[in-house]
């Protein structure tokens, strides 16, 4: 084993040398992980591979060195293929993910190509744990002053989480979506329909049980199975030896570590953005797993991180800017950090190119402060004042300046460029975590409505630690279509088509490519142009978000995706899009898609995946036929990912079909689904209810 260093560090850190080499191992090893885990992610059964499947090569490339999903994340076996000549890895020098944070831990430079060695070609098991003895250890000689400031810092921590909790806003929340449910089951429902619906439901769930050999029971059923299943990760024994302090200021450190921007050798990536890259997250998540540590727990550091770099940023500026008045704005101009800004309700709103921008510009190796530098400027009683400051004025200003955390990046103005006829694209905050030091960004889109508050209310009763946005979007087309699928729900020959089971073709066809009866074709016909128009607009929507999120007017943090029906849509397209580009990666986080009205073959699925550093979920119902109607089996596309697993590795099949009564049902259940996927959860987990009592059976 190669040995750290041991020099003095320039900047005090907590961790010996030792200690940070442990602490450097074990973020490789994580990094690589999280990218296996992409395509065979833990408790999924592996899609059934065809003879043209082009993955196999490229996967087999990944894999060749780490293979396998053992208790701790990858068991593979070692390989003669040395991880350092594939430049497609996450941990070869190339991705500018990994040798930065080396770099920031002072590890010996010697080290490193033998830590992405170990990263990728070694069983991960045994050596997460002979990483996890070495964090272990202390030094007789600075362990007690260590304790204190891990003590802290672990104060600091919990004080933040204690912010994040509010029992009585969530019950608000959860109150408020009760009554939008009702609202939207009285406004879209009629006993007619209602009753109809539930027969032909009731008759297709009867032939996918008769029809075991029809595609619509889908061959991967054993896949989609596996995804809602929990995995409940073996822990390596070795954690018990850890403090909880210990686990903190290791995550907290890593965390400094990713945000720095440390040049190695001088030279800079040109694949590596500036900011906080959704690969790196997505390790911090697989590494706070394996030191079973809530994910809350990096949330609050991350918080943590962004007000004790603003408090020491705001310390230096007041010192230059005693000398001179102009010093602060010539730099940060100069520099090209802010495109513009505004004051609005006593907030300073800035449209930054990226994450912390002035920090950046001032040079965040020094500003993201390790545990060393912090404490000598605010002391370490300081810390629970840092943990607070979330939540004032002057703190939130502070945030919002530095880290592109305030979101006018996102809602200072409308879009005002256009993508073909696109005539609205706008984004609209929802929750309460605006301007308040939050490193992540979530963006939700409806995609069937009736109103312009379903933009909005269908996300409302989330209640988690993100910076959360709604896109508000063609609003007159969306309404026109929604509203013509829900009037041909009620017409008298739905009804009828409806008694007599004809919805059971609709789904049949579209997942086997057949054409549709004649009279099906023209009881729907009138929904054509409005749908068409509709899945136009979606396409040319999602290529605008990809637009603007490679610009990084969402501050260069990473981003999960959440849309619905035509929202979806948007979704996939913007993954599309953002595929074909060369500064696609370290963007997206998580994605979830619920009900998507896009085909499954022809579409580059892998592609899309790819985009996605974190988990990727196809949320489906089964009788979802109303989605069939809308879509069209004459658009000649086979499968529908929105009523069927999509039979591609590492995406997450789960079957709501007994949440979803409708297509429309989507609107109030989108939550509940987001709740049983528990997406903080780094392995793929939803939580299915328990199975009704034989009375209930009965009855």
């Known amino acids: 084993m190669a040995t750290a260093s041991t020099t003095t560090s320039a900047t005090t850190s907590f961790l010996t040398p030792t200690q940070r080499y442990a602490t450097g191992a074990l973020f490789s090893i994580a990094l690589h992980q999280a990218q296996i885990h ?34 701790s994340g990858g068991g593979g076996s070692s390989s003669s293929d040395s991880i350092t000549e594939d430049p497609h890895l996450w941990v070869h020098q190339n991705s500018g993910l990994l040798r930065p944070v080396f770099r920031f831990l002072e590890i010996n ?24 003895r070495l964090l272990a250890e202390d030094n007789e000689d600075v362990s007690s002053e260590c304790s204190e400031l891990e003590i802290a810092l672990s104060k600091a921590v919990d004080a933040m989480i204690s912010n994040f909790e509010d029992p009585a806003s969530s019950n608000t929340k959860k109150k408020k979506h009760h009554e939008y449910e009702h ?24 032939t996918q049980d008769k029809a075991e050999d029809s595609e619509l029971l889908l061959a991967n059923n054993d896949a989609a199975d596996g995804s809602v299943s929990n995995v409940e990760e073996k822990l390596p024994e070795e954690v018990t030896m850890l403090s909880y302090g210990r686990k903190v200021t290791v995550l907290y450190e890593l965390l400094s570590a990713c945000l720095a921007d440390v040049p190695v050798d001088k030279k800079k990536s040109s694949k590596r953005r500036k900011g906080y890259d959704a690969r790196h997250r997505v ?123 305030a979101g006018a990046g996102l809602t200072g ?15 609209k905050p929802v929750g309460e975590n605006h301007s308040q030091g939050r490193l992540a960004v979530e963006i939700s889109i409806s995609g069937l409505i009736f109103d312009e508050e379903d933009f909005v209310r269908p996300w409302e009763g989330r209640d988690d630690n993100m910076e959360r946005y709604v896109v508000q979007w063609e609003t007159k087309n969306l309404i026109a279509v929604s509203t013509a699928i829900q009037d041909w ?3 008298s020959i739905a009804l009828e088509l409806m008694r007599h089971g004809a919805m059971m073709t609709v789904l049949s066809t579209i997942v086997a490519a057949l054409a549709w009866p004649a009279t099906l074709l023209a009881a729907t016909s009138f929904i054509d142009s409005n749908w068409s128009i509709a899945i136009d607009r979606s ?12 610009e990084g007017l969402q501050g260069n943090r990473p981003v999960t995706l959440v849309g619905f029906s035509l929202g979806a849509r948007v979704i996939y397209k913007c993954l599309q899009t953002l595929s074909e580009t060369e500064s696609n990666a370290g963007i997206i986080e998580r994605v979830v ?68 009564q409708g297509h429309s049902s989507y609107l109030w259940a989108a939550d509940q689904i987001l709740e049983r996927l528990e997406l903080d959860a780094y392995f793929p987990v939803f939580h299915c209810p328990p199975p009704p009592s034989p009375r209930e059976q009965e009855q």
């Open 183 to 206: 609202e939207c089951r009285e406004k879209l429902s009629s006993d007619k329909v209602e009753a109809n619906l539930e027969k032909a439901s009731l008759s297709l769930e009867k």
């Open 283 to 405: 390790a911090l998540r697989l590494l706070a797993t394996w030191f079973d540590t809530k994910w809350t727990t990096v949330e609050a550091i991350e918080t943590i991180v962004a007000c004790s770099a603003m408090a020491l940023l705001k310390e230096e500026e007041a010192k230059k800017e005693e000398k001179s008045p102009k010093s602060k704005w010539d730099k940060w101009k100069r520099g090209g950090i802010i495109g513009a800004a505004a004051i609005t309700g006593g907030t300073l709103l800035a449209i930054t190119g990226g994450l912390a921008a002035p920090a950046i510009a001032a040079g965040f190796g020094a500003l993201a402060p390790t545990l060393g530098t912090i404490i000598p400027v605010i002391g370490a009683s300081g810390f629970t004042a840092v943990a607070t400051a979330a939540g004032s004025v002057v703190g939130s200003v502070a945030i919002g300046a530095s880290f592109g955390a």
């Open 413 to 427: 103005s409308k879009m005002a460029r256009r993508i073909g006829e696109v005539d609205e694209f706008e984004f």
């Open 539 to 550: 396409d040319k929507a999602g290529k605008l978000l990809a637009e603007v999120l490679l």
């Open 38 to 71: 992409q395509t065979h992610p833990l408790g999924l059964s592996p899609p059934p591979q065809t003879a043209d499947d082009d993955s196999a090569a490229s996967q087999e490339r990944i894999s060749s060195c780490s293979s396998g999903s053992g208790s």
């Open 489 to 491: 729900l009620t017409s």
């Open 109 to 132: 430079s010697s080290a490193w190509s033998g830590l992405e060695e170990t990263a990728g070609c070694t069983p991960v098991n045994h050596h997460i744990g002979a990483f996890l």
């Open 593 to 660: 898609l619920l009900g998507a009205p896009i085909p499954i073959k022809d579409e580059n699925w892998e592609a899309a995946r790819k985009v996605v550093a974190g988990r990727f979920v196809n949320a489906y119902s089964t009788t979802d036929w109303t989605l069939g109607v809308a879509f069209r089996a004459s658009l000649l596309s086979q499968g529908l990912a929105g009523i069927q697993p999509i039979n591609v590795p590492g995406i997450e099949n789960v079957d709501v079909t007994d949440l979803i």
